[in-house]
């Protein structure tokens, strides 16, 4: 047994043991770690382990001067949010599309998708379209967001376009008899559903780390992802206004469209969709550049798992992250399940509570200038959430707490005083419901997209937050199932459910990572992925930025400034020398380190 730690004894594999001393400036490094409190009476081979205990440099992106020409400013200021955000106004034009356009679709086909009898199509799916719809998006989701985190940001995103612009082409070319419309539509609409799941995880773990990576807008992050975020308000805002234009131009402005030009909206406002897609897809496959931060994080975590003989171990890698964020996983899931129940539950069947507002005996255009209305009240809420959501004193657990809480207060109110609303304060209904839109846009539904992308280490952000996002899809579905079988005053007492539960999960498991650099939860990281997180210090555990259940825990006692700062000088001694880190392992059976 010569030469054999107990761990090979005991067949496992060996722990590597480390010596600074082979490496060039590896004695320096020891004076120095000597010359430290904290480090000072540290082994050798953990003041090695120590030396490397660093997220990768964040500072990727060389800051452009701004224009001082006001109107080049204000145009490169939206570019910067608005192409980066293009699929996520694709998902909201096409998606919820489909609550504006119902009522165009009985009109199309009145023994499908109306009430008119004998029925020529298969009823069962026309009223499950919703759950197509979602089942697409959750895999999507799952599938792409895992996929995102190995193959890259830039092909991940244009995988997604491509999917997106199939189901587009599908949902633009459904014509013909109702059986065969609804075969095309519903194949087009889960298509489309899956790619724009893909869409989710990559588009704010891109936007996050665009943000992180240029020191100029790294204090931003949240404003940026956010502005990324508005492009959905947009999309559903458009979609809506490309509608009512359209029923202008076949002069149904008085009464409703006939059949025919029912058709000729339905298929054009895809058109435009479809348009704006094969647009998004050439600036994909021609301009797209890949995360900077996530190309050097990647490789770091590569390294420090290479090291650790734990080389191309994706489970143990993404199970060490697990146990140490489950509480977060638990929080960003939960907070967008009782999201979406209360969100995609109102929008798709928003045409149901538009009807109650505008009357009756209503045109589908007058119903399409309330929702064009109530589509702008919530594109405010986005903006204020994009302004707010960096400012310490607010951040993102109180706007999402807050817009939580708001819609329990409003959605309660609609529900209790239902009936005298509606029938005698329709005016008071009208102002009860578009403010609880925005307060859903500025509150959950734009921090649960946030902070999916930001409280989980880089190397599993898209696919932590494409589960998160799985799981608020799974509300939406239940939202569809749901909604569907009880009245709509029900409704809102199952919406004001949803946003007390999803006020207090917020308040007792969400971090503030307001003003926290995505690098401090990289580099707390490094520390899991070693096993010396319990030796970690620095502004990760900081207090204000640990959820209410941590600090339950007691990890924000492993906060101190003075022993991050001298580990810190450690590293940074290290990381600034030119031989490489992954040197400093000696190979005690574990191949692939210094062979």
């Not at 000729?264 to 348009?275: D, G, P, T």
């Not at 003003?515 to 520390?527: H, P, S, T, V, W």
Request: with cysteine; hydrophobic share 45%.
């Amino acid at each position: 047994m010569e030469n054999k730690n107990k761990s090979e004894v005991d067949g496992e594999n060996p722990e590597p043991i480390y010596s600074l001393r082979s490496v060039e400036h590896g004695e320096e490094a020891l004076a120095l770690a000597k010359s430290m409190t904290s480090l000072s009476d540290m082994s050798e081979t953990d003041v090695a382990i120590m030396s490397r205990m660093t997220s990768e440099d964040h500072d990727l992106i060389t800051p452009e001067k701004p224009s001082k020409n006001w109107f080049m400013f204000a145009i490169n200021w939206w570019l910067s949010w608005a192409i980066p955000g293009m699929g996520m106004f694709s998902e909201a034009y096409i998606l919820f599309a489909i609550g504006n356009i119902k009522p165009l679709l009985r009109i199309m086909y009145p023994n499908c998708w109306g009430k008119a009898t004998p029925t020529d199509c298969d009823t069962s799916v026309v009223s499950d379209i919703e759950t197509v719809e979602i089942c697409g998006i959750i895999g999507g989701m799952l599938i792409l967001g895992f996929s995102a985190d190995w193959i890259g940001r830039k092909w991940g995103s244009r995988l997604c376009t491509t999917i997106m612009v199939f189901g587009s082409i599908l949902l633009t070319a459904a014509s013909g008899s109702a059986t065969a419309f609804l075969v095309v539509f519903a194949t087009g609409l889960c298509s489309f559903g899956f790619g724009v799941g893909g869409e989710y995880p990559l588009a704010s773990s891109s936007a996050a780390e665009r943000a992180e990576g240029n020191p100029a807008m790294r204090k931003r992050r949240g404003e940026t992802v956010v502005l990324t975020f508005t492009q959905q308000g947009w999309g559903n805002w458009s979609n809506t206004l490309v509608i009512l234009i359209l029923l202008a131009m076949v002069g149904a402005t008085g009464n409703d469209p006939t059949s025919n030009d029912a058709s000729i909206v339905i298929h054009v406002q895809f058109a435009v969709a479809l348009a704006i897609l094969l647009g998004l897809a050439v600036y994909r496959f021609t301009k797209l550049k890949e995360s900077a931060v996530w190309e050097a994080e990647r490789k770091g975590v590569d390294k420090e798992m290479e090291i650790e003989g734990e080389k191309d171990n994706t489970r143990k890698l993404y199970w060490l992250i697990f146990k140490r964020n489950w509480s977060r996983l638990l929080v960003t899931a939960g907070a967008w399940v009782v999201n979406d129940l209360a969100f995609y539950g109102n929008k798709l069947f928003q045409s149901k509570f538009i009807a109650v507002i505008s009357g009756g005996d209503a045109t589908i255009y007058k119903n399409m200038q309330w929702t064009l209305l109530n589509s702008t009240v919530a594109l405010a809420g986005y903006f204020c959430a994009a302004f707010l959501v960096d400012k310490p004193w607010y951040g993102r657990v109180r706007m999402q707490a807050i817009g939580f809480s708001m819609m329990f207060i409003l959605f309660l109110m609609c529900g209790i005083f239902y009936s005298q609303l509606v029938e005698d304060h329709i005016h008071v209904f009208q102002f009860l419901y578009f403010f609880s839109s925005f307060w859903n846009q500025f509150g959950p539904n734009a921090t649960t997209w946030l902070v999916a992308g930001e409280v989980f280490p880089t190397d599993v952000r898209a696919f932590y937050h494409g589960t998160s996002a799985a799981f608020g899809k799974a509300g939406a579905l239940a939202a569809s199932q749901i909604f569907n079988r009880i009245s709509e005053r029900a409704t809102f007492y199952v919406s004001a459910g949803a946003g007390a539960f999803g006020a207090i999960i917020t308040i007792l498991l969400l971090p503030d990572t307001t003003g926290l650099d995505l690098a401090e939860i990289d580099r707390l990281n490094r520390y899991i992925l070693a096993g010396k997180e319990k030796e970690y210090h620095g502004e990760a555990v900081n207090p204000k930025h640990m959820s209410l259940f941590e600090k339950m825990l007691g990890w924000h006692k492993a906060y101190d400034p003075v022993i991050d700062e001298e580990q810190r000088t450690l590293q940074n001694f290290m990381s600034t020398k030119s031989q490489p880190l992954d040197t400093i392992a000696e190979d005690k059976g574990i191949p692939g380190i210094n062979n």
